[in-house]
C-alpha cells in the first residue's frame, strides 16, 4: 500500500455542510476505493484539511479523491509520498556520474 496525502480546500457550499455525518461518509468513500485512512486533520493555510490515507496506487487514490470532491463539494490535491529512509535508500543508489 502506498501513503497519500490529500490535501482539501472548501468552497462556501461545502463548509456549510461541516458534520461528523460527512466526515462518515468521506472515511466510506476512501474505504470503498479500496483505501485506509491513517488520520484526519483540519489545517490552518492555503488547505483547510489533511487526510493521510493508504491506497494500492495511483487508480484507487485519484477515485477516492474525485469520489469525495462529488460528495462533498471539497477540492482535494492529492500527492503519493514515500517514507524518508526509502527516500534516502533510492537515493544512495543512484550511480556517482
Do not use: C, H, W
Not at 472515511?27 to 484526519?40: L, P
Request: charged content about 25%; aromatic content about 10%.
Amino acid at each position: 500500500m502506498a501513503t497519500f496525502f490529500m490535501f482539501g480546500k472548501y468552497s462556501l457550499d461545502s463548509v456549510k455542510e461541516i458534520s461528523p455525518e460527512r466526515t462518515e461518509k468521506a472515511k466510506d468513500i476512501i474505504e470503498n476505493a479500496q483505501g485506509k485512512v491513517q488520520a484526519m486533520y483540519a489545517i490552518l493555510g492555503r488547505y483547510d484539511l489533511i487526510i493521510i490515507a493508504e491506497f494500492p496506487g495511483i487508480r484507487e487514490a485519484m477515485k477516492a479523491s474525485v469520489g469525495l470532491n462529488m460528495i462533498t463539494g471539497i477540492s482535494f490535491a492529492t500527492l503519493e509520498a514515500i517514507p524518508a529512509g526509502e527516500f534516502d535508500k533510492m537515493v544512495s543508489e543512484i550511480p556517482d556520474g
